[in-house]
């Protein structure tokens, strides 16, 4: 697979939806060793609100589809994940204005671009423990992958893999943002729970793509 085209996309973002629902008690359980225990909710609730508008609105264009994902998200989101993770979502879709496709190159404009909201609403930077040690080192392989002349759904996979190693570096790292950063080094050994969504959203990306590698 060259590009991943609008109906990949929806598939993509149905298939976030669904993987976040099942693993939200997972989700809450990490989330509960450093925080207040309702990641899982809190990012399930979210999805389910962003997928309504998205099959309701049925956006044509990729922007409109990250954006309309985005705002069901932060819509029914409390909290710092919210807008976090919306910002994640609306971010991808600014530099696809108007298209209906997008190749490697795209994407890696548009995860670079959500990951620049997410550190300027989060003020976070990687080594903080939070979704950037993952989403940031997934970019990084992303990068090296295409500047490799490999194509889209196997750079997607490289991707997956490295922010599952980001993933499992969090859990030797000791929060500075948020309320985990209360937690201290009762945090060490676990992984991060944002850290974790990223991972899931990932990987429905990379298995979208090579489900016609």
């Known amino acids: 697979m060259d590009n991943l085209k609008l109906e990949d996309v929806y598939a993509i973002l149905g298939n976030v939806t669904e993987v976040i629902c099942d693993n939200a008690m997972k989700l809450c359980e990490l989330d509960s060793v450093v925080g ?6 809190t990012i399930r609730r979210g999805v389910k609100a962003a997928q309504i508008k998205i099959d309701t609105e049925k956006p044509q264009q ?3 589809l990250f954006a309309a994902y985005a705002m069901g998200m932060v819509s029914t989101m409390g909290g710092a994940s919210g807008p976090i993770f919306s910002s994640l979502f609306l971010g991808m879709g600014m530099t696809v204005h ?3 496709e ?4 795209h994407l890696i404009e548009s995860f670079e671009s959500g990951l620049a909201r997410v550190q300027k609403i989060g003020k976070s930077a990687e080594g903080d423990k939070t979704l950037i040690d993952a989403l940031a080192p997934g970019i990084r392989a992303l990068k090296q992958a295409e500047a490799d002349g490999k194509n889209l759904a196997t750079a997607l ?4 893999s490295a922010a599952e190693a980001g993933l499992e570096h969090t859990k030797e790292l000791v929060a500075k943002k948020g309320r985990s950063r209360y937690a201290g080094e009762r945090g060490l050994g676990h992984a991060d729970a944002g850290a974790t969504s990223v991972c899931l959203i990932i ?8 489900k016609e590698a």
Do not use: I, P, R, W
Request: charged content about 30%.
């Open 102 to 105: 997008m190749n490697l190159v």
């Open 62 to 64: 990729l922007d409109k």
């Open 157 to 160: 996979k490289e991707m997956s």
């Open 98 to 100: 108007g298209s209906d």
């Open 203 to 210: 990987d429905c990306f990379a298995k979208q793509a090579n």
């Open 36 to 41: 207040d225990g309702d990641h899982g909710t």
